[in-house]
């Protein structure tokens, strides 16, 4: 018997727009998203690619570990600089979320 195949048999598409479909060294995809007013730039990080650093996600103040694939957004009209790093489920439920998470006392400062 022979192996299964879990690739798709025409590898080269996607199903996504060439805009969408920017891979890159992160090994995701880059799309454009509205929020707050603002056209944000959103980028999908994979898991492999995501090596070597801790990121704290603003939407939960958690930690996002090396190696877990999660979501790079920053408004358009500004630079890397305001770049910041969420878990996806935190990135897609940022409309549902309080504006400001609140620290326990207790809670370290980073």
Known sequence: MSPRRNRPKDAGSSGRSPEEDSSDRYGGWQSTE????????????????????????PGCDQLIPSGVPHVVAWPEHSGVDERRHWHKACWNAKDRRTSRVQRSRNAPRF
């Not at 056209?39 to 650093?53: C, F, L, P, T």
């Open 34 to 57: 509205s929020w707050r007013g603002e056209e944000w730039s959103v980028r999908h990080v994979a898991g492999a690619s995501a090596q070597g650093k801790t990121y704290r996600c």
